[in-house]
């Protein structure tokens, strides 16, 4: 009896569904509430999908097509169709039918968009839910195609743009998670080339795809495969960091077939946490990348590509603005301005925060005393709901390259502790003053001239690109923001300020000192430049201190300069890295990476020779070639050092000497596993070029 009325039940259930998607209408909220309820059958969800993806009733596209199957990869084409097929189990007398239908469909769509199809790509895996419908092939075509287009992100190769938005996301919500695969060399793109490029029919269970499918299509939004893709990583938290003592390789695997763990009753879950990371995110992320996804045709912005660059996530300014003064909930930025003092007590963003990013070399203990001080603001300005308050870190330098090199140093330092939501704003105080001056001239808010003020109170003008002025009308009273306060607390170093101060993001380790090697040190340094083993150096200056020093780095150094010292032209300079590794001078070869002042990494190599040492710059787009990035010789070190906390970052400083003191002409650093081992052997080849000239 209960199964008569079950029977009748899904009878009624698929009737009324069926003439709701018979009907043409499109209501997403209405097919979502139908699948929760009850698993749709293969026809009913064929219209649903067809209705999502705007192609129901849509014409022949493959009409126009003569059916020639002959690109020069159509070998490659065929075997990934016919290796679909076997893995779906179609019966015998139907293979021939199924194989035709994938080839073709991929074929046409290569030629129509002038696309050449390549082993990595993961479009026979995003044909393998469709065709459990046995859809006409004009129709699988019409869904191929819209899922392509509005789903599947352009750029969707190894090192493609998808991936580096993707690690940057990862790295604003799960820094620690993060910083762990960086270490270890593992990139997006080697374990989820095919979630992205297949939407997780790759790995998912045939049953899972359908039911993520189904939520995905509804909700149309191509963004939130990212937060899909990061909730799996997010899960999987606790078992990727246990792998610390596994290889690489293992651990890609393991990230890979993460998915296939995935159940039916975990998608609606999935979704749930994917919309809630969703809402911690900044706007900008979508905003800054739509093109990501549409027409391939369409040419990409050569500044919108390189996000590979990027030291965080970029967030614009009108979000900045609007996050704080228009919305109570979702993403509110607590302001971070580390230009120098100067500049900001010119003119600031009311709500801003002063940290100079200055001082982190030249007064660390002010800095860490800054830092704490920013926290402890931070947390008030959340507890007393100022417009100033929000959980997100959003730091704004000048937007002069140039001048923003220490600010990028603050951000990698709050990076390296795990720190979440750390973003940047883009364009700094630059594009902060040209979107007030850009918004008051087309009349929109008079009152946005007030949002920049000095340290005194008074609102500064705003300047334009051109450098025109804008001032603001006349409230010379001005206002004092909670932030303003407490950076005037800070400066006046008080002992109320020092009373609130919270613990440091990680507590910091107390300076040791350094550790010094008395050295000779040559009268005369040959200047950077090809030299040979047979040159001669001058005798050593006599009567003046060593300052030859290998130590423990505890503190910034305060004469940073520009680590190249060559010209352009030999900057150009390619080598083969093999080559010259096994060039008979060579006694040592040392992998590491060479760390530029804006905190990004190169893969590099350090070769020791007798007398030199040599930085050669992987080239990413000619594997096993190099730039020689520098020349060094070794009696022009003056110092190395690295840090008690980061041992594997070494300090080399290179320089002459003479009466008035040491000059220093280069500053190089580099990232070295084993840095002991290397820095050892380093400091050995030294003394031997210091001891022959003693005894020259």
Request: hydrophobic share 35%; charged share 25%.
């Amino acid at each position: 009896m209960a199964d008569a009325v079950e029977e009748a039940l899904q009878g009624s259930w698929d009737q009324d569904l069926a003439e709701a998607l018979d009907s043409g209408g499109s209501d997403m909220e209405m097919e979502r509430g139908v699948i929760q309820v009850q698993e749709p059958s293969a026809q009913h969800r064929a219209k649903m999908w067809k209705i999502a993806l705007n192609v129901s009733g849509k014409g022949d596209s493959l009409s126009p097509w003569d059916g020639v199957l002959d690109l020069p990869e159509q070998t490659l084409i065929h075997n990934r169709s016919q290796q679909l097929i076997d893995q779906l189990g179609i019966p015998e007398e139907e293979r021939s039918d199924v194989v035709s239908d994938v080839e073709s469909v991929i074929t046409f769509y290569c030629k129509s968009r002038n696309i050449t199809f390549t082993p990595e790509l993961s479009w026979p895996y995003l044909l393998k839910p469709l065709l459990g419908f046995q859809l006409p092939r004009s129709d699988l075509y019409n869904c191929f195609y819209a899922v392509m287009n509005k789903y599947i992100p352009r750029d969707c190769v190894p090192n493609g743009r998808p991936f580096h938005l993707y690690r940057l996301l990862l790295q604003y919500h799960e820094p620690e998670l993060c910083s762990f695969l960086d270490t270890k060399k593992i990139t997006p793109d080697s374990y989820a080339i095919n979630w992205l490029g297949s939407l997780f029919s790759s790995h998912c269970l045939p049953e899972v795809t359908m039911a993520l499918w189904d939520s995905y299509l509804q909700q149309g939004d191509p963004f939130l495969v990212f937060f899909l893709m990061l909730i799996i990583l997010v899960n999987a938290k606790e078992t990727i960091l246990s792998q610390e003592g596994n290889g690489k390789e293992d651990i890609v695997k393991m990230l890979e077939s993460s998915p296939s763990l995935l159940e039916t009753e975990d998608i609606e879950d999935l979704f749930s946490l994917a919309q809630y990371y969703h809402s911690k995110t900044p706007l900008s992320l979508r905003k800054m990348n739509q093109n990501l996804f549409g027409s391939s045709l369409v040419a990409l912005k050569e500044e919108d590509m390189d996000l590979s660059q990027a030291l965080c996530l970029p967030v614009s300014v009108p979000e900045i603005l609007q996050a704080n003064h228009m919305q109570q909930e979702g993403v509110r930025f607590f302001v971070v301005d580390c230009r120098p003092a100067e500049q900001y007590n010119s003119g600031h963003l009311s709500t801003a925060f002063h940290l100079d990013s200055d001082l982190m070399l030249q007064n660390p203990s002010e800095f860490a005393l800054s830092v704490k001080s920013l926290l402890e603001a931070q947390k008030q300005s959340l507890e007393s709901g100022s417009i100033a308050s929000g959980e997100h870190l959003c730091f704004m330098g000048s937007g002069r390259e140039e001048e923003d090199m220490y600010m990028n140093m603050v951000l990698a330092h709050f990076l390296q502790k795990s720190k979440e939501y750390v973003s940047i704003a883009k364009g700094g105080f630059m594009a902060l003053q040209q979107h007030l001056v850009d918004m008051n001239v087309e009349g929109l808010d008079s009152s946005y001239v007030h949002w920049i003020v000095s340290t005194s109170g008074s609102h500064s003008s705003l300047s334009s690109a051109d450098g025109e002025s804008l001032s603001s009308p006349g409230d010379s009273k001005g206002v004092k923001s909670l932030v303003n306060k407490m950076t005037f607390a800070l400066k006046s170093k008080s002992v109320n300020v020092k009373e609130k101060m919270i613990s440091f993001i990680e507590n910091t380790s107390t300076p040791v000192d350094r550790i010094s090697f008395n050295l000779p040190w040559p009268e005369k340094v040959i200047p950077d430049r090809h030299v040979s083993s047979s040159d001669r150096v001058g005798k050593p200056y006599r009567g003046v201190k060593p300052v030859f020093s290998i130590g423990d780095e505890e503190e910034y150094d305060t004469d940073e300069i520009d680590s190249s010292s060559m010209s352009d032209d030999d900057r150009k300079e390619i080598v083969n890295i093999q080559t010259w590794i096994n060039k008979p001078d060579v006694k040592h070869h040392i992998p590491c990476n060479e760390v530029k002042e804006t905190g990004h990494m190169f893969p590099s190599h350090l070769l020791i020779t007798a007398t030199h040492m040599y930085c050669l710059r992987e080239i990413a787009s000619r594997k096993g070639f190099a730039y020689i990035q520098s020349r060094q010789a070794l009696n022009s070190v003056v110092k190395i050092t690295s840090k008690k906390k980061h041992p594997e970052l070494i300090t080399f400083k290179f320089g002459t000497n003479n009466s008035a003191g040491v000059e220093i002409s280069a500053v190089e650093r580099y990232l070295i596993p084993n840095a002991g081992d290397a820095t050892k052997v380093i400091k050995q080849q030294i003394m031997k070029v210091l001891d022959a000239l003693e005894s020259s």
